[in-house]
């Protein structure tokens, strides 16, 4: 059995990272909120914008077509998808459920990879993928941050040297479940398909029936919203999966500060055993040396 100062100093140090394990999961627990927030907020806007795209589709007759980019009919040669990691480690599985999910793709197409998080560009560059571009954002990930990779994406598909413009990222369910999420956002082969996929998705769109002139064109004016829109979406869910961080985040180090209070706690048992054990060799001695000496 381990003697008791050996025993004391393993407690010492089990409660320190405890201290830091707990310290941790209240600063995730504060970042998750207002991850989430934000989260929220900005999805009311997304909801917006799609409630516009159908309001403006209802204004167009069937024979009108919008000319935009995400709405060509293209063969897929190459795929271009953004991975959203974190910087950071200690969130449990999170980015290892997207690195399966990523061994799980099919050799062909060939993928060109945009990337958020250090842990993302660590993985890609180590297999060998095709990294095009990496970027780091902070917690708060505001817009101005992400407008570069969306841009970056948006050129590449405009030019045709990719056919797609994806993300896989941890899609936040509740706190104690993120799940790896590939969405796939442009090309949109038929807007009317598009709206009718998002209805069955977010309910029924509300209707205008107003009658509305609009300048240039109510084509015109779909295809900036549409553009919007698409930009809104790959933001709304880079917003999603830094929730879905920071939850993940919040759990472990619980989960962490638990299993060093349970160690404490069996630690402090067998110290006491060892103790006990000390005092209790130490009376025999004693009685013994007593024994001999009245002998």
């Known amino acids: 059995m381990a003697n008791t100062r050996d025993i004391r100093n393993r407690i010492k140090s089990v409660k320190n990272t405890a201290q830091i394990t707990r310290a941790m999961q209240l600063v995730a627990a504060s970042k998750m909120k207002r991850a989430q927030d934000l989260a929220v907020k ?24 919008v000319a935009h980019p995400y709405l060509e009919k293209r063969e897929v040669k190459r795929r271009g998808i953004l991975l959203v ?3 950071r480690g200690l969130c449990g599985p999170l980015n290892s459920n997207l690195f399966r999910e990523i061994v799980r793709f099919p050799e062909e197409p060939p993928v060109r990879w945009f990337n958020i998080g250090r842990k993302g560009r660590q993985y890609l560059v180590r297999t060998k ?5 990496d970027f780091t954002i902070s917690d708060k990930a505001g ?11 948006d050129e590449q598909f405009r030019a045709g040297e990719i056919d797609t413009i994806e993300i896989l990222y941890p899609r936040f369910v509740n706190t104690l479940n993120q799940e790896p999420r590939l969405t796939p956002l442009v090309p949109l ?10 209805e069955g998705e977010f309910g029924q769109l509300p209707s205008d029936e107003r009658q509305m002139i609009f300048e240039p064109g109510a084509a015109e004016v779909l295809s900036e919203v549409l553009d919007l829109y698409i930009r809104k979406s790959l933001y709304q869910r880079i917003l999603d999966a830094k929730a879905s961080e920071h939850s993940a985040r919040m759990v472990a180090m619980k989960a962490a500060t638990d299993n060093a209070n349970n160690l404490v706690e069996d630690l402090t048992l067998e ?14 001695e004693i009685s013994a040396a007593t024994f001999f000496n009245e002998s």
């Open 42 to 65: 900005g999805q009311t806007y997304a909801d917006r914008l799609l409630a516009t795209l159908a309001s403006i589709a209802e204004q167009l007759g069937e024979e009108e077509t």
């Open 143 to 153: 817009y101005g941050e992400v407008r570069p990779i969306l841009t970056a994406m």
């Open 85 to 87: 990691t974190t910087d």
């Open 129 to 133: 993928r095709d990294l095009q571009a």
């Open 189 to 198: 082969d038929n807007l009317r398909e598009f709206l009718a996929e998002r």
């Open 271 to 284: 110290y006491n055993k060892a103790r006990q054990a000390a005092i209790t060799q130490e009376i025999l």
